[in-house]
């Protein structure tokens, strides 16, 4: 009995050592004794021992931060930009056997499309466009690794930092905008008040004693404030509403 015991205890050893569990956000590449023989989907598997190997890969979307790139735009302005990339495996076979590291190999290629399409904007293009400048960077970056099995779903560029003195002259332009826009609409107010005050005048003169009776009305409104002390000189306007007023009269 004691060999065939040992004989069971050895077959239930030889089965637990080749049972493999994949997990179902996991894919294994297989390999028999070398050589690619198929992919392996969730659930538990078997593996020969030294005859088969498996690696798994990771098919869940994974982010790869794009560390600082000092970069030149095309207007030779100095820059510091960094982004993140959204990616995912599509085809674990190509992942594992056309690249030796994908993780490192899609942050290399990204920095250095990052530095590339930098280069090829001007610095208000870069601050004004970046979303299209992410979307240019996906592209290209998902074109390239279509042959490593990965699919890139999204780019964002996280921060465009500038020189010191980039960023005073950039706020000194931005306070000379303000100050512009400021005065225009002064202007414009002023513009606005001067029409209002001719139309105002020629009403008045074209009623006789209309313009003596606005007079008057001032006079009523700051004569209210017992502080106040009026001076009054009389206009030509009034002496012609009177003139007027006693040719009337004489018609009469």
Not at 122 to 127: A, K, M
Request: proline share 3%; net charge neutral.
């Amino acid at each position: 009995m004691e060999p065939f015991f040992y004989l069971v205890a050895f077959v239930i050893l030889v089965i637990l050592v080749s049972l493999k569990q994949i997990n179902q956000y996991e894919r294994g590449v297989k390999f028999t004794m070398g050589r690619y023989t198929g992919i392996m989907n969730p659930g538990w598997r078997i593996i020969i021992p030294v005859f088969q190997t498996y690696k798994k890969v990771d098919m869940r979307v994974k982010a790869v931060d794009v560390p600082d790139q000092k970069a030149i735009t095309r207007d030779n302005v100095p820059v510091i930009v960094n982004a993140v990339i959204y990616y995912k495996v599509a085809n674990a076979e190509k992942a594992v056997i056309e690249v030796e590291n994908f993780y490192y190999a899609i942050s290399q290629y990204a920095q250095t499309t990052m530095r590339n399409i930098v280069g090829e904007v001007t610095l208000d293009e870069l601050l004004a466009q970046r979303d299209k400048i992410a979307e240019r960077i996906r592209e290209i970056v998902d074109k390239e690794t279509d042959d490593w099995g990965l699919k890139v779903n999204n780019v964002e560029l996280k921060d465009v930092s500038l020189p010191e003195s980039m960023e005073r002259t950039i706020a000194k332009q931005a306070e000379a905008e303000r100050e512009k826009r400021a005065v225009i609409i002064n202007a414009q107010g002023e513009l606005a008040a001067a029409e209002n005050i001719a139309r105002a005048a020629d009403i008045l003169s074209a009623s006789d004693g209309a313009l003596h009776l606005r007079t008057l009305q001032s006079i009523n409104d700051m004569s209210s404030d017992q502080s106040n002390t009026v001076v009054f000189v009389t206009p030509v306007e009034v002496l012609k509403a009177f003139t007027s007023f006693k040719n009337k009269l004489n018609k009469e």
